[in-house]
């Protein structure tokens, strides 16, 4: 099928958006996906532990996109992966306990047009079977989610990923020319060292008990991803965590930029 080619216009700085797999299962859907974001005019492509896949039913599936199969980024590590990016938005289709603000693919796209011009932003998609894990889904800013008929909503992964691809290449910025200019935000490395730290000095001061830990954590995962926080910010944050490793142990001296 041939589609129509619509001109670029101005939106989304499409060099500053990534689609990240997460334990992809079927090779022809990695194909699929490679297809889908090229049509878009995208190119950035990771995945996090794909299952060994079949190189030739993923190529046969790409239809051309083979280049960016060749040049996708294959981590272990979701943190890893995502340490350069500074906004993360998750798909789900289900509610979660703990809940993030959940947006229509629509309203991704027009809060991403100012964020993806001094930001890179990832776009999460789960396993094809379970999705994303709520340890996955916590590394992220804000969640999506693809409307469907009430009682089936399963999507096949590439078709959830053209869906949300094609959302971003349609976007106009002069539909929106009031948005304000979103400043570059700190990138997951610096937040994923912040989320330590906090956990290092709250069992320090016996905030939280060992048995609690990863319910507080999230918690407050959750809260500081809300505010979608600044390099400045997080160092500040981190400053005021050494400080109270000081005041709590005097005798033992602590070193900033760990």
């Known amino acids: 099928m041939t589609a129509q080619i619509l001109p670029p216009c101005g939106g989304i700085r499409r060099e500053n958006i ?29 995945m996090v532990n794909p299952r060994p896949v079949n190189w030739l039913d993923a190529i046969h599936m790409a239809c051309g996109a083979e280049d960016l199969l060749e040049e996708a980024r294959i981590e272990t590590s979701l943190a890893d992966t995502l ?9 789900t289709a ?25 930001n890179k ?16 889904m916590s590394f992220c800013h804000q969640a999506v989610t693809i409307p469907t008929q009430e009682g089936f909503c399963s999507l096949n992964l590439s078709q959830a990923v053209l869906v949300i691809a094609w959302e971003l290449f349609r976007i106009r910025e002069d539909l929106f020319p009031h948005q304000p200019p979103q400043p570059r935000l700190a990138c997951q490395g610096e937040l994923q060292a912040l989320f330590v730290h906090l956990e290092q000095v709250l069992k320090e001061i016996e905030f939280i008990a060992q048995e609690n830990t990863r319910h507080m954590v999230l918690l407050l995962k959750e809260m500081i991803y809300q505010k979608a926080l600044t390099s400045k910010e997080v160092t500040i944050l981190r400053g005021i965590l050494h400080q109270v490793q000081r005041l709590a142990n005097p005798t033992v001296s602590t070193r900033r930029g760990n």
């Open 18 to 46: 990534a689609f990240v797999l997460v334990n992809p299962k079927n090779p022809g859907n990695v194909g699929g996906v490679a297809r889908a974001i090229k049509n878009m005019g995208f190119k950035d492509l990771r």
């Open 83 to 91: 340490a350069d990016i500074q906004w993360v938005v998750g798909t």
């Open 94 to 118: 289900r509610r979660r306990r703990y809940q993030k603000s959940i947006s229509s693919p629509q309203e991704i796209a027009q809060a991403a047009v100012s964020i993806s011009r001094e």
């Open 121 to 136: 932003i990832a776009f999460l998609f789960g396993s094809e079977k379970y999705g994303l894990t709520t340890e996955e």
